[in-house]
């Protein structure tokens, strides 16, 4: 009987941390701009937003053979673009990537990203208990600006 007991408590819990962890990480506003034929990076724009401290660790998609996490720095006059092994999210803080300097970046393009496309992005992230979660976000192509990032150099 105290066995039983111990087991539905347990699962109790069980229930409660799923649920929590399901409402722990918010992604909105993902999107992506239009490629040209032969661009083989484009970069994604998120929203994140985590209620505990953790990291991005990984990120994949199924079009682009890597997907990075880069941090852009004014170098002499020259944005230089280097690549984040993790990317860390305070708790309860938005975070704007592809607005404030970092943006994800997909790096060897399998496939032309046309206007009215989406695609899949598949984030994973560690919190300060070692539990990983992995989030798939869909993010939406629009259409390609006149801007040119040509003074941006890897
Ligand atoms: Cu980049």
Redesign the pocket.
């Known amino acids: 009987m105290v066995l039983n007991k111990y087991l539905l408590a347990g699962f109790g819990l069980f229930l409660y941390l799923s649920q929590a962890v399901a409402g722990e990480v918010s992604i909105s506003d993902a999107w992506a701009r239009a490629t040209a034929p032969g661009q083989d ?1 484009a ?1 994604v724009a998120l929203h994140i937003t985590s209620q505990k401290e953790a990291s991005i660790i990984a990120v994949s998609s199924a079009v682009a053979k890597t997907v ?1 996490i ?1 941090s ?1 720095t004014h170098e002499n006059g020259m944005m230089k ?1 280097r690549a984040l092994e993790t990317f860390p999210l305070k708790a309860k803080h938005e975070v704007a990537l592809g607005s404030d300097g970092n ?1 994800i ?1 997909l790096v060897g393009l399998k496939k032309q990203l046309n206007a009215g496309d989406s695609l899949i992005l598949n984030l994973t992230l560690q919190f300060a208990d070692k539990h990983k979660e992995t989030i798939e976000v869909k993010a939406a192509v629009k259409p390609m600006s006149e801007q040119h990032e040509d003074s ?1 150099q890897y």
């Open positions: 990076s970069t990075e880069h852009m673009m943006h970046m941006i």
